[in-house]
C-alpha cells in the first residue's frame, strides 16, 4: 500500500485566496484525521471522521476551516479565505476501527499564506 | 491546556549514552501511542500501550506505560544519530475516537 497520501506537499499563496487541501487514506481505513503542527501550538487534532462522518470538528479553529469526506478514499481540508496564521503543516491519519490501533500519517502539506 | 505533558521539551545527549522522555496524562489514559517525527515528516508509529504495566520494545527503544500514575515514559539506550527527531505520545481522548498529542520532545544526538 502507498500509504497516506496527501496533495500538495507545498502550497503558498495569498492572504484571502481558498485553498483545498487532499488526502487519500489507506484502503480499508475506517477512520481519518486532520491535524495541523505548528511551533507555537504544536499538533493540533482539527477534526476526524468514522465511516465518512464527521465525529468531532471542535478542533476546526474558525469558519473558515471546513472539512469534507464524501466517500472512503477522499477527503478535503478547505480554508476560504485563507490568513497568514494559517500557515502550519497540515497531516492527514488514517486508522483501521476505532480503539485501540495505530493511525498512520501522511507526510503533510506545508501551507504558507502571505 | 495540554491533556498530555511531555518532558523534557528538549534533550541534548551524546551518542552511546541513554536517555528518558516522559508523558503524563490529565486524564484516564485508554492506551498510548509513541510515534516519532523528523524535520519535515510524517509521524512514524514506534509502539503502542495498552494496559498497565504494559512494557514494549523496538530495537533499542522501550516503553512502559503506568496507568495508575497515568503516565509512560520512553527509554532509549545507547543512543546513535539516527535516534534524533521529535518524539510525540499520543493517546484517545476517550474509549473509542480520536487521538490528542503531547507538545512533543525534541532529541539531539551528538555524534
Known amino acids: 500500500d502507498a500509504g497516506v497520501i496527501q496533495s500538495p506537499r507545498h502550497e503558498v499563496t495569498e492572504m484571502g485566496q481558498e485553498v483545498t487541501l487532499r488526502c487519500k487514506p489507506i484502503?480499508?481505513?475506517?477512520?481519518l484525521f486532520w491535524y495541523r503542527q505548528t511551533m507555537m501550538r504544536g499538533l493540533e487534532l482539527l477534526i476526524y471522521?468514522?465511516?465518512?462522518?464527521?465525529?468531532?470538528d471542535s478542533g476546526m479553529p474558525e469558519d473558515r476551516f471546513s472539512a469534507k469526506m464524501p466517500n472512503a478514499s477522499f477527503s478535503t481540508l478547505k480554508i476560504q479565505p485563507s490568513e497568514p496564521r494559517d500557515s502550519a503543516v497540515y497531516f492527514c491519519?488514517?486508522?483501521?476501527?476505532?480503539?485501540?490501533?495505530?493511525?498512520?500519517f501522511g507526510q503533510g502539506t506545508r501551507l504558507t499564506v502571505v | 491546556s495540554q491533556e498530555l505533558e511531555q518532558s523534557p521539551q528538549s534533550l541534548i545527549v551524546q551518542e552511546g549514552k541513554n536517555l528518558t522522555i516522559n508523558c503524563t496524562s490529565s486524564?484516564?489514559?485508554?492506551?498510548l501511542y509513541w510515534y516519532k517525527q523528523k524535520y519535515g515528516e510524517g509521524l512514524i508509529f514506534l509502539m503502542m500501550?495498552?494496559?498497565?504495566?504494559e512494557e514494549k520494545s523496538h530495537e533499542k527503544i522501550t516503553a512502559k506505560l503506568d496507568e495508575k500514575k497515568q503516565q509512560s515514559s520512553l527509554h532509549i539506550t545507547a543512543s546513535q544519530p539516527s535516534h534524533a527527531g521529535i518524539y510525540l505520545c499520543?493517546?484517545?481522548?476517550?474509549?473509542?475516537?480520536?487521538?490528542?498529542f503531547g507538545a512533543g520532545t525534541r532529541l539531539t544526538v551528538k555524534p
Open positions: 491519519a488514517s486508522r483501521a476501527g476505532t480503539g485501540n490501533t495505530e493511525a498512520f
Open positions: 484502503s480499508g481505513h475506517n477512520s
Open positions: 471522521f468514522n465511516n465518512n462522518v464527521p465525529i468531532d
Open positions: 486524564k484516564t489514559l485508554y492506551g
Open positions: 500501550l495498552q494496559k498497565g504495566g
Open positions: 499520543g493517546a484517545p481522548r476517550d474509549r473509542w475516537n480520536d487521538m490528542r
